[in-house]
């Protein structure tokens, strides 16, 4: 079992910047963000399995970076640009796969953290 626990949502004005971060209990090679928005289905933002091996949903291509610190368990999503669309329960998400199993599309986890909310005015 990996616990993942997430931390570093916030308020913010549209332009401005978050970083979230996420704690695992123990390396787990796989990990990634989804969100939820009200009303909405639950989509992937970003996964990583490695600095090489990023994928990142269209939506957020340039503006958001995922970032694996694997000494120390944990993921780091750092958001620029926000947008009110950006508002949603992010969550952290990890599972036992590989570079193509892992990319967001393929990604199926099999942990989720508790979520972190995020909220963008404009």
């Known amino acids: 079992q990996v616990q993942l626990v997430e931390s570093g949502g916030g308020a913010v004005q549209a332009g401005g910047s978050l970083t979230l971060s996420c704690a695992a209990s123990?390396?787990?090679?796989?990990m990634g963000w989804f969100r939820q928005a009200p009303g909405k289905e639950r989509e992937g933002v970003a996964s990583s399995v490695s600095a090489g091996s990023t994928s990142y949903a269209d939506s957020v291509k340039g503006r958001f970076t995922i970032r694996k610190d694997i000494a120390n368990n944990t993921l780091y999503l750092t958001m620029n640009s926000l947008k009110p669309e950006d508002t949603a329960m992010y969550f952290c998400a990890a599972g036992w796969y590989g570079d193509a199993s892992c990319a967001l599309g393929r990604f199926r986890p099999m942990y989720w953290g508790q979520g972190t909310q995020v909220t963008v005015s404009s």
């Open positions: 123990r390396y787990i090679p796989c």
